[in-house]
T-cell receptor, first 111, second 113 residues
Framework: LAKTTQPISMDSYEGQEVNITCSHN???????ITWYQQFPSQGPRFIIQ???TKVTNEVASLFIPADRKSSTLSLPRVSLSDTAVYYC????????????FGKGTMLLVSP | KAGVTQTPRYLIKTRGQQVTLSCSPI?????VSWYQQTPGQGLQFLFE???????NKGNFPGRFSGRQFSNSRSEMNVSTLELGDSALYLC????????????FGQGTRLTVV
């Protein structure tokens, strides 16, 4: 599975847009990129998944450049409740349920 | 629909004892995976079951085992507990192992004293 690198932590204020970038230099052709969110003492929650270009849902956008060696999770207008750890995962469809989590990015949103 | 249910939510055990944790997946989901989360090691994959068969296993000692029943419910067992086994144990279910979004339960907080 492709290794991912994310910032350990990020700080933001309510109402701002937050962009978290993940590097995955050795991503394979069949790999998808998925982001999960985790609050303390809870299980991770799926946010968004993509393969290339841009994907948007009701909570976030995922930007993937043409070379797919990185991806950026964009959270519009964050609130205090968005304070959580965000994980970037890369894996191919055939074995995707075996999720390999890195250290994640701790996002702290302040008033 | 109901989410992934893990029982119990909290557990305190003594070193040397064994423990069994239970996971009920979302209805219709046939794939169940288990993860251990600790502050030092983060989220680590334990094993995955699909249709009662173990498909993958992480790098954990043989004291950690699991099984899946015909109704897709799963259990994991840890024998001869060690202090280092204290962790949040998470179960995730998905419709199939192939490219499916995984839904996690709230976890079982195990404390070994």
């Amino acid at each position: 599975l492709a290794k991912t690198t994310q910032p350990i932590s990020m700080d933001s204020y309510e109402g701002q847009e937050v962009n978290i970038t993940c590097s995955h230099n050795n991503i394979a052709t069949n790999d998808y990129i998925t982001w999960y969110q985790q609050f303390p003492s809870q299980g991770p929650r799926f946010i968004i998944q993509g393969y290339k270009t841009k994907v948007t849902n009701e909570v976030a956008s995922l930007f993937i450049p043409a070379d797919r060696k990185s991806s950026t999770l964009s959270l519009p207008r964050v609130s205090l409740s968005d304070t959580a750890v965000y994980y970037c995962l890369v894996g191919d469809v055939s074995g995707y349920s075996t999720l390999t989590f890195g250290k994640g990015t701790m996002l702290l949103v302040s008033p | 629909k109901a989410g992934v249910t893990q029982t119990p939510r909290y557990l305190i055990k003594t070193r040397g004892q064994q423990v069994t944790l239970s996971c009920s997946p979302i209805s219709g989901h046939r794939s169940v995976s288990w993860y251990q989360q600790t502050p030092g090691q983060g989220l680590q994959f334990l094993f995955e079951y699909f249709s009662e068969t173990q498909r993958n296993k992480g790098n954990f000692p043989g004291r950690f085992s699991g099984r899946q029943f015909s109704n897709s419910r799963s259990e994991m067992n840890v024998s001869t507990l060690e202090l280092g086994d204290s962790a949040l144990y998470l179960c995730a279910s998905s419709f199939s192992p192939r490219g499916s979004e995984a839904f996690f339960g709230q976890g079982t907080r195990l404390t070994v004293v």
